[in-house]
């Protein structure tokens, strides 16, 4: 596939804006929906927000690192994109799907790349229920919260709380505690990524908690349930030898 019509989407930030009038001039700047490829230049917020907002169109994006982080991004160049984008290698993930139901019994359904979380709101620990497929793996869990990941955001929230870094290409999913109280030794599990996983908060009114899918939150849930939506298609392209499984890969060796 060529990539002839180029989209480009950039964070507010000068160098940002700088890098789109630059390659818009040279490239020209067709709207996303029209495109054959979109590229996104910042950091790795506007890429989870672009892909966020394309989730259903199936158009591949392309990131250029113009913030500061930028693990999902390839490094800025201006002057060969088509060339780059042409040898690119392309990864497909699939988001979570959360479906939470409040404590008023209002339902809310999103989606994430990364993680969906479920967090204390107030300074009572929260206590929660885990099933996973329908069946109750742990009665009670004592602790700040727990997440759900994807393999893409496994380096994320995920790794900050300790949980495993998961090979993108694994057909897996990492459920990990935050800050757990009781069990106090217990570091979570990886699942299988056709895995439900039920979260029943209990004593809801007396110890809130919020569910959190990448950037949509629901306070005062009372049940969340979590899965991959694999249905959807997210098409993130990376640099020849600098792919996203390359990336993962390295982060496990860091020290």
């Known amino acids: ?46 890429m989870l927000q672009t892909l966020h907002r394309y989730m259903e169109k199936r158009i591949p994006i392309y990131g250029m690192n113009r913030g500061s982080v930028g693990f999902l991004m390839n490094e800025y160049r201006d002057n060969d994109l088509k060339e780059r984008l042409n040898a690119a290698e392309t990864t497909t993930l699939h988001p979570l799907k959360m479906e939470a139901v409040s404590v008023d019994g209002k339902e809310t359904s999103a989606l994430a790349i990364n993680e969906v979380s479920l967090l204390r709101e107030t300074f009572q620990a929260a206590k929660i229920r885990i099933a996973i497929d329908g069946r109750v793996r742990m009665e009670e869990m004592i602790c700040d919260g ?20 998961i090979p993108i290409n694994a057909e897996l999913l990492a459920l990990t ?5 009781r069990p106090r030794r217990w570091r979570g599990a990886l699942l299988p990524h056709t895995a439900s996983v039920t979260f029943q908060v209990l004593e809801a009114a007396k110890r809130p908690v919020s569910a959190v899918a990448d950037h949509t939150e629901v306070r005062n849930v009372e049940c969340v349930t979590v899965s991959e939506e694999s249905s959807i298609d997210l098409l993130m392209m990376f640099d020849e030898g600098h792919t996203l499984d390359e990336r993962i890969l390295a982060e496990q060796f860091i020290h």
């Open 1 to 46: 596939m060529t990539f002839e019509k180029i989209a480009f989407v950039a964070t507010d930030v000068s160098e940002a804006q700088d890098a789109l009038e630059q390659l818009s001039k040279r490239y020209g700047n067709c709207p996303p929906e029209e495109a054959d490829v979109i590229v996104a230049l910042g950091g790795d917020g506007l």
């Open 146 to 165: 727990v997440l759900v990941s994807t393999p893409a955001g496994s380096t994320a929230y995920n790794f900050s709380a300790q949980g495993p870094i």
């Open 177 to 181: 505690p935050i800050s757990a109280f």
